[in-house]
């Protein structure tokens, strides 16, 4: 059995993809052996497979992995399902959480101005939305839908001048 690094699936059935598979069949990344974990469980193929078709028990870690975050994991459903926007994770690509609107002012900004250019790249104040991945933890921010117009707008207006 074969662990991808990158999606840290399971890869079965070696003989459907071929030994010299270079790819993850999950996430189609790269599969070198520089890169592969190979687990032993001391059991053959035949036997790895049946492991996989029976109907296992959950043991007592996995009843009470479960019990702890089935509750966060509806909660995250709840919101997800109550925002009107959403963002994708750029790292694990789960549906990400509207977490913060916040304006930064001028006294917390200090601003690129490019040479040739009468004025910065961005200028405070402007609105940022944080989002938050309930699958990584990771934190994106994004400028508001106004001000993104507003950039776009100047930006075009600096580009005809």
Not at 37 to 57: K, W
Not at 73 to 82: F, K, L, S, W, Y
């Amino acid at each position: 059995m074969k662990v991808c690094p990158w999606c840290e699936m399971e890869i079965y059935g070696e003989s459907e993809l071929g030994e010299d598979s270079k790819r993850c069949p999950h996430c189609e990344n790269d599969l070198g052996d520089y890169r592969i974990v190979n687990l032993d469980l001391g059991m053959d193929e035949e036997e790895d497979e049946d492991v996989l078709t029976e109907a296992n028990p959950q043991t007592e870690t996995e009843e009470a992995v479960e019990v702890y975050f089935g509750p966060f994991e509806q909660v995250v459903r709840n919101i997800q399902d109550a925002h009107d926007e959403t963002w994708e994770c750029s790292n694990c690509e789960e549906m990400m959480i509207q977490v913060s609107e916040h304006t930064v002012e001028s006294s917390n900004w200090n601003p690129i101005t490019l040479s040739g250019w009468n004025q910065p790249l961005l200028s405070a104040p402007f609105q940022v939305t944080s989002w938050i991945c309930p699958g990584c933890f990771r934190m994106e921010q994004a400028l508001s839908e106004k001000d993104r117009k507003q950039l776009m707008l100047e930006w075009s207006n600096q580009a005809s001048k």
